[in-house]
């Protein structure tokens, strides 16, 4: 013990390398004291007498320690069923050195006094300690056989297993949906929807509200299927459409618009947490990601049948027509947030990933949270560790790669010109790193030295001498200490600079002769991360031997044979370093029908089939809960919310349906009309509790007043995209190109000094960024501060829901924002280039462009004194402050 710098004592303690290092007193003295005192009180009785193994220790290893050392798995390498398996020891020696507890592993691990504390799960008593402590000083005598002690072994197993009671099936979301019958009530509506709402209005004694008007109807429909509000000509158009079938023509004519995706496909990218970076603390830009953006436009844009759209995100590469759409469409699996490093060089990562995986599919697709079974069964809900495992096992030989969008003589003549240059350059490279490897390495050492003395000592220590911990404490600050080409070029001898320079001219010489890139998608096939090569420009191998083929003028990887994908483990207690049984491909017990096959692979075997079949699960009709959850998601951004309010989760900690029976009948005619989501709008948007005004206060309101049973037509703010959309519609500045890659908007110079890592190109505001939000940057580290301001959701994890806030910065940025004010300015001269003049016309004018509607003769005569004392672009800007730009009504 000693006396600190900081004023406090401080005793030893162990970090991460197994070296003796010093916390507060404080915060281990106590824990330390106690631990020891507890201890030794209960050894002096343990020491007095002598301790057997079968009757004393024994019961402790069968119900701490077999499990993770017995019959059935050896963590560490360690077995702790026999003597001589103790003595052998694990990975880290022996176990046991009998007649000394105090250096035995065993009992420092038991005790607390090194880490990780044993066992994993839990803490022994002080009496437990204690025996172990006086058995092992009694020589560690072991009197049961091998057979008795691996009994335990099989508790390891017994942990995947789940029995799932029959009362557990019966659960409302674990069972199919049946098309109950249309409620038969006194008036009858045209459509079914109407009925079941109805039905249930009576029971309450609710009355429904009347129809809304038309121009309130024409703007709801805009705003909800293409996010842009009408023209004031579109506006007259539908306001002189007097036929019968006039509503249901605007529904199709918007339905038909390319914006529609741009708008539905925004709902579906919050679902797949897509992101343009990495996030982390890198935030690497992802360069490609856009198309996967622009294949979820297009796909609801042509209609894809919701089970199709799924398969290709999931399986996309295994189809039996693999497409370049098809392929870019596996970025769904990839647009988890990643860590900046090589995967090869920290294999954990890849279970975060796969459990990000699992997850996304887990609430996006079934609205279940399956990734609560990734340490121990769910709690809840009667999800098994084995079922998380068995889905991880189908998505478990994944590995993300570019695919080149151009045919295969031109990605073959460029590989043959790049590999050429490449063989070029290598040579040179690797002089320059030679000249610079003494001045890196001694710069290097120079910035190593302001980190602790262990993290210096471990670094100093070769690599293969390294313990485990040494090995993290090292490989951490080596991969984060960059010395670049700049700090080397001033330490540099003249004659090095010199010759470093010359190659350097060389390489860029030859980097002059290569062929211009060539369009890439990233995507996801089946491969082996394992063998991931070194090298800048690497991409994941796809195991020994592998070469590039073309498939139906796609390009994947194929090896010699059918494809073995690698060995996926069960995973105790989540730990990757924990490993159990190896696990087959397959799914969700408790919502698997029949007997779905788990592997589906192409007739080349140049995959696995076992994301195909994982999207031939989830895409069928004897899953009860795909359709389920994506006609709740469809009914919630029409409405505001869903039958089922929790989109992500139809489990037990989720609300129960507010209308059961309406739910499974939109289920079954979702799949009935061919998983078609265009068809489910039309029927939704032709109920009348669509077109229900929102302006109406039922005197039973207190009856229901959440409006669970839509007696009036719930208002809702526009969310962050569309606030600036229409701003930029309203000025006439909007760029309504559709796809490509990202744009940039002016972000403040303050603000983006706060981003060290990652990209965002530094635009002025202007026509070149004023383009749909749907194709601004999203950068995880960096939100663009407008959307967060309007509830943008975290980018990097699944949303199914936005929060909605109502919060004075979002006053202060309609009131003070820049490009708000320039917005309102471009709608200003817009108004007075078309009405110059006239102050009246140009009130009308205003109106009718920002709130598809003419002023009222109060809002017009304001207007008229408003423009006395100020400026048409303030009035411009009082406009897209007021609620009714802001909110559907």
Not at 226 to 236: D, F, H, K, R
Not at 530 to 553: C, H, L, N, S, Y
Not at 752 to 778: N, Q, T
Request: hydrophobic share 35%; with cysteine; proline share 7%.
């Amino acid at each position: 013990m000693e006396y600190t710098d900081s004023g406090k004592f401080a005793v030893p303690d162990w970090d991460a390398s197994g070296n003796v290092g010093k916390l507060p007193l404080i915060t281990r003295r106590v824990k330390l004291w106690l631990a020891w005192g507890l201890t030794a009180a209960a050894s002096m009785g343990a020491a007095d007498r002598s301790v057997s193994f079968t009757s004393d220790i024994r019961p402790v290893f069968e119900g701490s320690c077999w499990k993770c050392h017995g019959a059935a798995i050896q963590l560490s390498k360690l077995d702790l069923r026999t003597r001589d398996g103790a003595l052998r020891g694990g990975e880290r020696g022996a176990a046991i050195v009998p007649g000394k507890a105090a250096e035995s592993r065993l009992y420092r691990l038991v005790a607390g006094l090194e880490k990780p504390s044993m066992p994993m799960d839990g803490k022994l008593t002080a009496e437990q300690i204690a025996i172990i402590k006086a058995w092992i000083d009694q020589g560690a005598l072991w009197d049961a056989t091998p057979d008795a002690a691996a009994e335990a072994g099989t508790a390891a197993l017994a942990i995947e297993e789940m029995p799932i009671p029959p009362e557990a099936r019966r659960y409302w979301a674990f069972q199919k949906p049946v098309r109950s019958p249309v409620p038969a009530v006194s008036r009858r509506p045209a459509n079914p929807i109407d009925a079941f709402l109805e039905e249930s209005r009576r029971e309450k004694g609710l009355t429904a509200a009347p129809r809304a008007d038309k121009i309130t109807l024409l703007r709801r429909a805009c705003m909800d299927l293409i996010g842009l509000p009408p023209t004031p000509a579109e506006t007259a158009a539908w306001l002189a459409d007097n036929s019968p079938n006039a509503w249901e023509s605007l529904i199709d004519k918007l339905l038909a618009s390319p914006h529609y995706g741009e708008r539905w496909g925004r709902h579906w990218l919050d679902v797949a947490r897509y992101a343009d970076s990495n996030g982390f603390e890198h935030d690497f830009d992802r360069p490609n990601a856009w198309r996967y953006r622009d294949y979820v436009i297009r796909s609801f844009n042509q209609d894809t049948p919701y089970n199709t759209f799924l398969a290709e995100q999931i399986a996309g590469d295994e189809l039996d027509r693999v497409t370049d759409d098809s392929l870019i469409a596996t970025g769904f699996l990839r647009s988890y947030a990643k860590v900046g490093y090589r995967e090869k060089d920290n294999p954990q990562f890849r279970y975060e990933y796969l459990d990000d995986m699992i997850g996304t599919i887990g609430r996006g697709i079934l609205g279940l949270t399956v990734n609560c079974a990734r340490c121990h069964n769910h709690k809840f809900d009667p999800i098994s560790q084995k079922d998380y495992y068995q889905m991880q096992a189908s998505l478990y030989g994944y590995v993300e790669t570019d695919h080149p969008l151009a045919p295969k003589e031109q990605v073959e003549a460029y590989e043959k010109k790049t590999a050429e240059i490449d063989a070029q350059i290598a040579p040179l490279r690797q002089s320059v790193r030679q000249i610079e490897a003494p001045y890196r390495l001694k710069l290097a050492q120079e910035k190593y030295k302001k980190y602790p003395a262990n993290v210096q000592r471990a670094i100093a220590i070769p690599e293969e001498k390294r313990t485990p911990g040494e090995a993290l404490l090292a490989g951490q600050v080596i991969r984060t200490t960059s010395v670049s080409s700049a700090e080397i070029d001033r330490t540099m001898a003249p004659a090095d600079l010199a010759q470093k320079k010359a190659l350097n001219e060389q390489i860029r010489a030859l980097e002059n002769d290569r062929p211009k890139p060539l369009p890439m998608a990233a995507i996801v096939t089946d491969g082996d991360y394992r063998f991931t090569p070194d090298g800048p420009g690497d991409e994941p191998a796809f195991g020994k031997g592998v070469k590039r083929e073309a498939i139906e003028g796609s390009f994947l990887f194929k090896g010699p044979g059918r494809y073995q994908p690698p060995p996926s483990y069960f995973l105790i207690r989540g730990d990757s370093e924990s490993r159990g049984p190896l696990m087959k491909p397959g799914f969700i017990g408790v919502i698997t029908y029949g007997n779905p096959k788990t592997e589906d692979p192409p007739a080349d075997g140049r995959t696995s089939g076992r994301r195909r079949a994982l999207a031939e699960w989830l895409g069928s009709t004897e899953n009860p809960l795909t359709a389920r959850v994506i006609v709740n998601r469809i009914w919630s951004h029409h409405f505001g919310r869903g039958i089922v309010a929790t989109l992500d989760n139809f489990g037990k900690m989720g609300e129960p349906p507010a209308h059961p029976e309406l739910l499974d009948w939109l289920a079954v005619e979702f799949m009935s009309r061919g998983w078609s989501i265009k068809q489910m709008h039309r029927l939704i948007m032709t109920s009348e509790a669509y077109q229900m005004s929102s302006q109406y206060q039922d005197p039973g309101a207190g009856k229901d007043p959440e409006n669970r049973d839509l007696w009036r037509f719930p208002i809702q703010r526009l969310d962050a995209e569309s606030v600036r959309d229409v701003m930029m519609a309203a000025s006439g500045a909007l760029d309504l190109t559709m796809g490509g890659p990202p744009v940039f908007p002016h972000i403040p110079g303050e603000i983006l000094a706060s981003m060290s890592e990652g990209i965002w190109k530094r635009e002025e505001d202007g026509p070149r960024v004023w383009r749909r939000s749907v194709y601004v940057y999203r950068k995880r580290g960096l939100p663009f501060p407008m959307f967060e301001v309007f509830d943008l959701p975290d980018q990097n994890t699944s949303c199914g829901r936005r929060n909605v806030s109502t919060v004075p910065t979002q006053a202060l940025t309609l009131l003070n924002d820049e490009f708000v004010l320039r917005q309102a300015k471009l709608f200003a001269d817009r108004v007075k280039e078309a009405a110059s003049g006239d102050s009246a016309r140009q009130v009308d004018l205003a109106y009718r462009i920002a709130l598809s509607r003419p002023p009222r003769e109060d809002e017009a005569k304001l207007a008229e004194e408003f423009l006395q004392k100020r400026s048409l672009a303030d009035f411009t800007h009082v406009l897209f402050n007021l609620n009714e730009f802001l909110y559907v009504r």
